[in-house]
């Protein structure tokens, strides 16, 4: 997979949607995508009415004439299948392909993805119509790319109506084949819930009281599977008219209904949306992360941005514009980070509905608004990074992310429930992010020969098969850092006896054997006052101590190296719990999740434990065990981000990865693809840059040594 465009040059535009629009907007439109330089636009996504107005009575002439137009203009389309949004004579016509909540309630059209996605008239008429669109379309000169539906499951990520129930038992049927394997799986015998047949298991609706969390882990796959199928069957019917043609659909990150990670490989270009909120500092992180994520689906394949947005969203409870520049700078951030294209929801601001005041690249003030000029300018940058495209970016770097994981952590009810989200895969890429590592993001599966360093932050399900991997990887000499909560459960979300870790103590040379959850926000379990004190009258409560209530623990370092690392990093913070500290401590982040005391083998170096004045005072926090060339690590807290940076300048020696990056500017970040070094300047201050050398793309000027960077703007030097 080359370049999605035949001009070998990276995408730049957005969703269109020209149907919301009269004819002399649309030829405006076209003159304006010229002068913006774009090249590719995305037709149709919620067109589904109008191009077939009533069932089987398809009306493609207004999208060949625009298709037409784009194709003389030079602009490229990536067609939708416009199967996201279902006309209202679906709804009324077949009800029961509304979609069905938790509650039991059938939602309502008006909106959009009011589809359930086992009703056999929205299967029917989606893929009829995505196979019309591709007959109809597949030899147009404009059409470079299928894109099928859009962002599955965002709103709707399952539904709960009797025929997916019908379609859950006979998954699992598939899956457990005799019902005592599921009664096994789920541990049916808790709270009398045994199933004599699959016909028995209900959906995981509402309830009177907590879940089964491996029946909710269970659905989840199988919702998953359902909307995947969807697209499967969407891609297979535009593939039987012509199978050169790719094919994506968009992603939204890690968004946990969805294993984009399984999904792409049924799709040939991976197509991801991402809204990082410029009102964050941390966003600039975010582009970073989620573009490790989408290129690393596919084995490092350089991924699309489908859309972002070029000011403000509106679906926040208030939505910041993009800073002056930001639109630039993460645009070419993503590039630096392995996209072949940036595109925008939307080309132009609509009129009236729902997203009326989302913005767009044409906003409502046309080409008066602000963001234009910004426009533009993005198009020239695009133009003048063709070197890239294609290229892949080279990381030694890797943290393992694993969505069953993810799925299987949120199910499970505690020891703490927080929303299913990557919180470790984010927080250990942030860390070398901010220290100029590149870092990829992959699965269990994919290929780690190529790893000098191999972070493994919170795989929550016990992998057999894959811990026998990281061993062969720690052995041939790569640093293998594994932190908690890892080894919980095995694949069906039943909990791992004889200790956490489970097939990874071995090689960790470790075993958990007790969480120790800290809770900064202490529940009272409704009772008021619980937890108040008087000191001058309460004379008991005033003497009891809970220092699960403070949310975090002290480590007291017995590494040199982590020392040397934290005299690296200078002043130490403030002990946060007040009083004497020992010289060298690390605290683990005040919203540590779990802590974990283990069990040695005595191979095992501690290079820092829980200080004496935590209940786990004197338990192993962070360990070490030399295999062969390389090391196996635990680290059995939540490091906060200095413990963190700590260890992984420790490891990135160990490693030998290039740390150079450290020292640039603050703000400044550098990521190499291919043939060009990009420089982006993230902060409000100019910066200056040494030993800067070679032509810069984006100012078409030469870098001969010394450069300045202004506030939020990047420089992409091609080497000579
Ligand atoms: C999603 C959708 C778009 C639009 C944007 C708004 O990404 O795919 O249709 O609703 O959100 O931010
Ligand atoms: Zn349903």
Same mark, same amino acid.
């Given at each position: 997979?080359?370049?999605?465009?035949?001009?070998?040059?990276?995408?730049?535009?957005?969703?269109?949607?020209?149907?919301?629009?009269?004819?002399?907007?649309?030829?405006?439109?076209?003159?304006?995508?010229?002068?913006?330089?774009?090249?590719?636009?995305?037709?149709?996504?919620?067109?589904?009415?109008?191009?077939?107005?009533?069932?089987?009575?398809?009306?493609?002439?207004?999208?060949?004439?625009?298709?037409?137009?784009?194709?003389?203009?030079?602009?490229?389309?990536?067609?939708?299948?416009?199967?996201?949004?279902?006309?209202?004579?679906?709804?009324?016509?077949?009800?029961?392909?509304?979609?069905?909540?938790?509650?039991?309630?059938?939602?309502?059209?008006?909106?959009?993805?009011?589809?359930?996605?086992?009703?056999?008239?929205?299967?029917?008429?989606?893929?009829?119509?995505?196979?019309?669109?591709?007959?109809?379309?597949?030899?147009?000169?404009?059409?470079?790319?299928?894109?099928?539906?859009?962002?599955?499951?965002?709103?709707?990520?399952?539904?709960?109506?009797?025929?997916?129930?019908?379609?859950?038992?006979?998954?699992?049927?598939?899956?457990?084949?005799?019902?005592?394997?599921?009664?096994?799986?789920?541990?049916?015998?808790?709270?009398?819930?045994?199933?004599?047949?699959?016909?028995?298991?209900?959906?995981?609706?509402?309830?009177?009281?907590?879940?089964?969390?491996?029946?909710?882990?269970?659905?989840?796959?199988?919702?998953?599977?359902?909307?995947?199928?969807?697209?499967?069957?969407?891609?297979?019917?535009?593939?039987?008219?012509?199978?050169?043609?790719?094919?994506?659909?968009?992603?939204?990150?890690?968004?946990?209904?969805?294993?984009?990670?399984?999904?792409?490989?049924?799709?040939?270009?991976?197509?991801?949306?991402?809204?990082?909120?410029?009102?964050?500092?941390?966003?600039?992180?975010?582009?970073?992360?989620?573009?490790?994520?989408?290129?690393?689906?596919?084995?490092?394949?350089?991924?699309?941005?489908?859309?972002?947005?070029?000011?403000?969203?509106?679906?926040?409870?208030?939505?910041?514009?993009?800073?002056?520049?930001?639109?630039?700078?993460?645009?070419?951030?993503?590039?630096?980070?392995?996209?072949?294209?940036?595109?925008?929801?939307?080309?132009?601001?609509?009129?009236?509905?729902?997203?009326?005041?989302?913005?767009?690249?044409?906003?409502?003030?046309?080409?008066?608004?602000?963001?234009?000029?910004?426009?533009?300018?993005?198009?020239?940058?695009?133009?003048?990074?063709?070197?890239?495209?294609?290229?892949?970016?080279?990381?030694?770097?890797?943290?393992?992310?694993?969505?069953?994981?993810?799925?299987?952590?949120?199910?499970?009810?505690?020891?703490?429930?927080?929303?299913?989200?990557?919180?470790?895969?984010?927080?250990?890429?942030?860390?070398?992010?901010?220290?100029?590592?590149?870092?990829?993001?992959?699965?269990?599966?994919?290929?780690?020969?190529?790893?000098?360093?191999?972070?493994?932050?919170?795989?929550?399900?016990?992998?057999?098969?894959?811990?026998?991997?990281?061993?062969?990887?720690?052995?041939?000499?790569?640093?293998?850092?594994?932190?908690?909560?890892?080894?919980?459960?095995?694949?069906?979300?039943?909990?791992?006896?004889?200790?956490?870790?489970?097939?990874?103590?071995?090689?960790?040379?470790?075993?958990?054997?007790?969480?120790?959850?800290?809770?900064?926000?202490?529940?009272?379990?409704?009772?008021?006052?619980?937890?108040?004190?008087?000191?001058?009258?309460?004379?008991?409560?005033?003497?009891?101590?809970?220092?699960?209530?403070?949310?975090?623990?002290?480590?007291?370092?017995?590494?040199?190296?982590?020392?040397?690392?934290?005299?690296?990093?200078?002043?130490?913070?403030?002990?946060?719990?007040?009083?004497?500290?020992?010289?060298?401590?690390?605290?683990?982040?005040?919203?540590?999740?779990?802590?974990?005391?283990?069990?040695?083998?005595?191979?095992?170096?501690?290079?820092?434990?829980?200080?004496?004045?935590?209940?786990?005072?004197?338990?192993?926090?962070? @360990?070490?065990?030399?295999?062969?060339?390389?090391?196996?690590?635990?680290?059995?807290?939540?490091?906060?981000?200095?413990?963190?940076?700590?260890?992984?300048?420790?490891?990135?020696?160990?490693?030998?990865?290039?740390?150079?990056?450290?020292?640039?500017?603050?703000?400044?970040?550098?990521?190499?693809?291919?043939?060009?070094?990009?420089?982006?300047?993230?902060?409000?201050?100019?910066?200056?840059?040494?030993?800067? @050398?070679?032509?810069?793309?984006?100012?078409?000027?030469?870098?001969?040594?010394?450069?300045?960077?202004?506030?939020?703007?990047?420089?992409?030097?091609?080497?000579?």
């Amino acid at each position: 997979m080359n370049s999605i465009l035949p001009t070998n040059e990276l995408c730049y535009g957005g969703d269109w949607n020209p149907e919301q629009w009269p004819a002399e907007t649309v030829r405006e439109d076209i003159e304006l995508m010229r002068e913006a330089g774009v090249n590719l636009v995305t037709l149709g996504v919620f067109s589904w009415a109008k191009l077939e107005p009533r069932p089987g009575h398809y009306n493609f002439a207004w999208l060949r004439e625009i298709m037409d137009q784009c194709a003389a203009a030079g602009i490229y389309v990536d067609l939708a299948t416009g199967t996201a949004s279902p006309p209202v004579w679906m709804a009324r016509q077949y009800p029961e392909s509304l979609p069905v909540d938790e509650a039991g309630v059938r939602l309502s059209f008006g909106s959009r993805q009011q589809y359930c996605p086992s009703n056999p008239a929205y299967k029917e008429r989606s893929v009829a119509l995505a196979g019309a669109l591709a007959r109809e379309f597949a030899d147009h000169p404009a059409l470079v790319m299928w894109h099928i539906n859009n962002e599955y499951g965002c709103h709707v990520h399952g539904c709960y109506c009797t025929a997916c129930e019908g379609e859950f038992q006979a998954w699992l049927r598939e899956k457990y084949g005799s019902i005592e394997a599921l009664n096994h799986a789920w541990n049916t015998s808790f709270w009398s819930q045994t199933y004599n047949d699959f016909t028995d298991v209900y959906l995981p609706r509402k309830m009177p009281a907590q879940h089964n969390s491996s029946q909710v882990l269970d659905h989840a796959r199988f919702a998953d599977s359902q909307l995947r199928g969807l697209c499967i069957a969407e891609v297979q019917k535009v593939r039987e008219v012509d199978p050169s043609i790719p094919v994506t659909t968009n992603f939204m990150g890690e968004f946990p209904f969805t294993n984009g990670r399984e999904w792409a490989k049924h799709l040939d270009v991976v197509a991801d949306d991402s809204y990082p909120d410029p009102a964050l500092a941390g966003s600039a992180h975010e582009v970073a992360f989620t573009s490790a994520l989408m290129r690393g689906y596919r084995g490092g394949q350089p991924f699309l941005l489908m859309e972002q947005t070029p000011g403000a969203v509106q679906w926040r409870p208030e939505n910041s514009p993009k800073r002056p520049g930001q639109l630039a700078l993460w645009s070419l951030s993503r590039v630096a980070h392995g996209a072949d294209g940036v595109l925008h929801f939307q080309w132009r601001q609509s009129p009236g509905g729902a997203e009326m005041m989302h913005s767009a690249m044409v906003a409502h003030a046309g080409k008066n608004a602000q963001t234009w000029a910004e426009v533009v300018q993005l198009g020239q940058y695009l133009h003048r990074l063709t070197p890239v495209v294609g290229q892949r970016v080279q990381a030694r770097a890797c943290i393992v992310a694993d969505w069953e994981s993810m799925r299987a952590r949120a199910a499970v009810v505690g020891p703490d429930s927080l929303p299913p989200a990557m919180h470790g895969a984010r927080a250990w890429h942030r860390t070398l992010w901010e220290m100029n590592i590149v870092a990829d993001v992959v699965g269990i599966d994919d290929d780690l020969a190529g790893y000098d360093l191999v972070i493994v932050p919170e795989l929550f399900i016990d992998y057999p098969h894959f811990s026998a991997r990281l061993q062969a990887e720690a052995e041939r000499g790569a640093q293998v850092l594994v932190a908690a909560p890892t080894g919980v459960v095995d694949e069906f979300g039943r909990a791992i006896l004889g200790g956490y870790l489970g097939s990874l103590s071995n090689l960790l040379g470790v075993r958990v054997t007790q969480h120790a959850v800290a809770s900064p926000n202490a529940q009272r379990w409704n009772i008021p006052n619980l937890d108040e004190v008087d000191p001058r009258v309460d004379r008991i409560t005033r003497a009891v101590q809970v220092p699960a209530k403070q949310g975090f623990h002290n480590l007291e370092v017995r590494s040199e190296e982590l020392k040397r690392a934290l005299d690296q990093i200078g002043t130490p913070r403030p002990n946060p719990r007040g009083g004497e500290r020992a010289e060298y401590v690390m605290a683990t982040s005040e919203a540590s999740d779990f802590t974990d005391p283990m069990w040695l083998n005595d191979e095992v170096e501690v290079m820092a434990q829980f200080g004496y004045e935590s209940d786990l005072g004197g338990w192993p926090a962070i @360990t070490r065990r030399r295999i062969a060339k390389g090391s196996a690590w635990y680290v059995a807290t939540d490091l906060d981000a200095t413990g963190r940076a700590a260890l992984a300048r420790v490891l990135g020696a160990f490693a030998r990865l290039d740390m150079s990056g450290m020292t640039l500017p603050d703000g400044v970040e550098r990521v190499t693809r291919g043939p060009v070094t990009f420089y982006m300047n993230h902060s409000d201050k100019a910066v200056q840059l040494s030993g800067v @050398t070679g032509f810069d793309l984006i100012s078409q000027a030469d870098a001969t040594g010394h450069a300045v960077l202004a506030p939020r703007s990047a420089m992409a030097i091609l080497s000579r």
